[in-house]
C-alpha cells in the first residue's frame, strides 16, 4: 500500500515540476498536463483512505483496538464512505459545491490528525492492549496526513496563479509563483516521504 501511495507521490511530482518550469511550452499543454497531475492526484487520496481503514481492520484483527468484527465492519463502511466522498470532491472540482466540499474534507483531515496523535500518546485507548511500536506509527501517520494538509495549502497560490494565466496569459512574474510554490509544495512532499519512511522502518522493526 505505502509503494503504490510513493509511487503515485513520485509521478505527481515529477509531471508537476515539468509544468511549473515549462514555460516554454504553449499554456494549453500545460493546462493539460496539470489536470493530469490532479488526476494522479486521486490515487493518493486513495491511499490515505485504504491506508486508515486496512490499518485500523488490522488492529482490531490482532487485538490492538476493541471490538473485533464490529471494528473491522465499521472500517471497511468508514472506508467505502470515505473513498465515495473523495471521489465526488474530485469529479466537483472547480465548482462552488466543490470547493465547499474541499474546504470540508481538508477540516477532516485536521481531526483525523488529532485523532490519530491521541491515540498515539494515548489520550485515547489508554487501556488498549496496542504496543508502543504501534503508537508511534500512528504519530508518524499523522505526520503525512499533516505533510499532505501543508503542500494543499502551498499549493492553493498555484492554483489562483493558474487560473490567472488561463485569463491573462503567462508572463515571467506568473511563471515564477508557479515555480517558487513547485519548490515550496516539493520541501513539504520530502517530509512527507521521510514520514513513510519512518512507518516503513518502525513496521519492519517494532521496536519495545
Request: aromatic letters at 12%; charged letters at 15%.
Amino acid at each position: 500500500m505505502l509503494g503504490y501511495w510513493l509511487g503515485a507521490e513520485l509521478a505527481i511530482n515529477s509531471t508537476y515540476r515539468y509544468v511549473a518550469y515549462g514555460a516554454d511550452m504553449h499554456f494549453p499543454e500545460r493546462s493539460r498536463l496539470m489536470k493530469h497531475v490532479m488526476q494522479i492526484d486521486q490515487h493518493v487520496r486513495y491511499a490515505l483512505v485504504l491506508q486508515v481503514g486496512l490499518g485500523f481492520a488490522l488492529a482490531a484483527l490482532y487485538g490492538h483496538v476493541p471490538g473485533l468484527s464490529a471494528t473491522i465492519w465499521g472500517a471497511a463502511i468508514l472506508m467505502a464512505v470515505w473513498l465515495a466522498f473523495i471521489e465526488v470532491v474530485h469529479r466537483r472540482r472547480g465548482t462552488p459545491s466543490g470547493l465547499r466540499l474541499a474546504n470540508f474534507d481538508r477540516r477532516m483531515r485536521y481531526l483525523m490528525v488529532a485523532i490519530l496523535v491521541a491515540i498515539a500518546v494515548g489520550l485515547v485507548g489508554a487501556g488498549w492492549s496496542m504496543p508502543p511500536w504501534l503508537r508511534l506509527k500512528l504519530a508518524l501517520f499523522a505526520g503525512v496526513i499533516a505533510s499532505g494538509i501543508g503542500i494543499r495549502l502551498a499549493l492553493l497560490r498555484h492554483f489562483r496563479t493558474f487560473a490567472l494565466m488561463e485569463k491573462e496569459g503567462p508572463g515571467e512574474e506568473t511563471n515564477e509563483i508557479v515555480r517558487r510554490t513547485y519548490v515550496r509544495a516539493t520541501s513539504i512532499l520530502v517530509l512527507l516521504w521521510i514520514f513513510i519512511a519512518a512507518i516503513v522502518v518502525v513496521s519492519v522493526w517494532k521496536p519495545a
